[in-house]
């Protein structure tokens, strides 16, 4: 298509806005432009953090001479001519505003083909013929240098710097296929090969660490790489998410892709992941915000579920193969009432180990042959334990925690924590905020097990507490409870968090010690939860060393 300049209401149906207000920015516009143009190379330079220079070289199909003005024009575009193209662009550009925002506030030099122009702060310095050359050269020069106050609004040149650099990092990861190259200030500062495979992208840009780790993800309409459990970073920036080649932010698929890591890695620690969501044109409005960067979903419920459910098959798929041992360990049946309280002689201790025994969990079959045979308790509070696939240590806390949480959260969702009358009621104090969130969540402590009377506006008398949480602790954790039910989010974060409280106040310590029956069925407990590998705040609960490992060091053949 040519260029030409949008008919006024067609550009007025477009989302208006700033779109270069920083270097990174217009350095985003030039590489889409080069994108559009199917180059399969582009060299990036970036001098005096794009304040000085930025040049991006293509090799794409140019702009043809008689054009080149034109394309400096306001609304003048090659990618859409009437309102319904607006409704299924497949370019990332399409408001023919990039190129005049960025010469009214810059000098910019631009040669195509055979044809070449010169502008400055919006105005045409001159044109003429360059000698002919593939694709397209654009230089930036000066930017904002007739805009002080934007200028002021920059942040440090290694702040500026490094977003440009994630521009290119983004585009160089979402289109392998292509050959970028950034120089800062003159030297290399990445190089992708442009081979067309996802890893050797992730590889230009992550390094071979990070590169090698991850896993391919690719099913319902979902591709790319993601990070497993063991490979995590301290904050979002690993993580990077295109729908239909155009990388884009979004709250909720960002919730999305988070929570399929719940339990995998450690809180405050994210993932590394690069991810393209190939959408119908119709599912997707990219026409609602200037810089293109939000997008706007139909069905956004369906695109949230598909993405976990490619994300999660890989994930799967990683988790360390599941803890079965042929032969059958028949020390560990414990006895249970249907309510789930225990009986027999754990009942009647108060200590933790009275819900180290089977959950009324479905599936949680007495008859299955148990994961893995205790070998012992070593250290302050680890389980050593011998399964099919190797030898397994245990942090017996963060294990316990992680069955308990599962079983609360399972008992959560079938309509309530089983709950036990202490045997003395117990009076317990509270600050105002405190006694506040009780009235507030009554309703929600009564599905977690706990069951209280009013007792002057800073107490409570508590009359029931979880079965799995031992009487003497039980204060303690309503405590914790109600400062996690009062805190922030939305009413089932508040929910989990509160599962995950009461879970580590009910698990066994780290210092208490287990005879082989209660390691036993920790074991058993473990194993029947899923395979998450961390507690429910992130700590790890268990370590495989495999035969293979112990064969390799020991130099073995068997
Ligand atoms: P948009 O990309 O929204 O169309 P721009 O202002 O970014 O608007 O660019 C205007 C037009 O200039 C584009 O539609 C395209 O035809 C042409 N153009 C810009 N950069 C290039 C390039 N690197 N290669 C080929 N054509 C280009
Ligand atoms: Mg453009």
């Known amino acids: 298509m040519s ?18 207000e920083r270097p990174a920015a217009a350095l985003k516009e030039l590489l889409e432009n080069s994108l559009d143009a199917g180059a399969r190379r582009v060299v990036i330079e970036v001098r005096g953090a794009g304040k000085t220079l930025i040049r991006v070289a293509d090799d794409g199909s140019g702009i043809p001479p008689e054009e ?42 631009c040669r195509s083909g055979p044809a070449r122009i010169r502008l400055r702060h919006g105005r045409v310095l001159e044109q003429g013929v360059a000698p002919p050359s593939p694709g397209t050269v654009i230089e ?47 030297r290399p500062a990445l190089r992708s090969s442009g081979s067309g495979e996802a890893r050797d992208a992730a590889l230009a840009v992550h390094g071979e660490r990070i590169a090698v780790e991850l896993m391919p993800v690719e099913s319902h309409g979902v591709r790319g790489l993601i990070s497993g459990p063991s490979l995590s970073r301290g904050n979002r920036d690993g993580i990077l998410l295109a729908v239909n080649r155009r990388p884009i932010f979004s709250r909720s698929l960002l919730h999305a892709i988070e929570e399929c890591y719940a339990g995998l890695l450690e809180r405050g620690r994210y993932p590394v992941v690069v991810l393209n969501l190939e959408l119908d044109g119709s599912l997707v409005d990219v026409n609602v915000h200037p810089t293109k960067r939000e997008v706007r979903f ?28 042929a032969e059958r360990d028949t020390s560990v049946a414990a006895p249970m009432t249907a309510a789930g309280t225990v009986s027999g002689s754990w009942g009647a201790k108060s200590t933790a180990r009275a819900a180290l025994a089977p959950a009324g969990l479905p599936g949680a079959d007495p008859d299955e042959p148990p994961a893995a045979r205790a070998v012992g308790q070593v250290g302050p509070g680890y389980l050593v334990a011998e399964a099919a696939d190797g030898l397994i240590l245990i942090d017996q806390h963060a294990a316990h925690e992680r069955v308990l949480y599962n079983r609360l959260l399972a008992r959560l969702r079938a309509g309530g924590v089983a709950s036990q009358p202490l045997l003395l009621a117990e009076v317990v104090e509270l600050d105002a905020g405190m006694r506040a969130a009780a009235d507030d969540n009554f309703r929600q402590l009564r599905d977690l097990g706990f069951e209280f009377e009013d007792f002057g506006p800073q107490a409570l008398r508590l009359t029931s507490a979880p079965a799995d949480t031992p009487a003497a602790r039980a204060p303690d954790a309503l405590r914790e409870l109600l400062q996690v039910l009062a805190g922030s989010g939305t009413a089932g974060e508040r929910l989990e968090g509160a599962a995950a409280s009461l879970a580590c106040h009910s698990a066994v310590r780290f210092g208490d010690q287990l005879d082989p029956a209660e390691q036993a069925r920790l074991l058993r407990e473990l194993d029947l939860t899923e395979p998450s590998l961390t507690c429910p705040h992130g700590r790890p609960t268990r370590l495989l060393v495999s035969w293979a490992e112990l064969r390799r060091h020991f130099r073995r053949n068997y």
């Open 3 to 20: 260029i030409q300049v949008l008919a006024p209401e067609i550009a007025d149906a477009i989302a208006a806005g700033e779109v270069v």
């Open 68 to 109: 080149l003005e034109l394309a400096f024009r306001r609304h003048a575009t090659s990618k859409i001519r009437r309102l319904e193209d607006l409704e299924r662009v497949s370019s990332l550009g399409f408001r023919g505003e990039a190129l005049a925002s960025i010469a009214s506030v810059a000098e910019v030099e």
């Open 140 to 186: 930036i020069r000066d930017l904002f240098q007739n805009t002080p106050a934007r200028l002021r609004f920059l942040k440090t040149d290694a702040t500026e710097i490094a977003a440009c650099r994630r521009q290119v990092e983004a585009y160089a990861l979402i289109y392998p296929g292509v050959r970028f190259e950034l120089l800062v200030d003159g």
């Open 298 to 325: 139909h069905h956004e419920s369906g695109i949230f579920a598909s993405l976990q459910r490619a994300i999660r098959a890989t994930l799967e798929g990683s988790q360390v193969p599941n803890l079965v041992l």
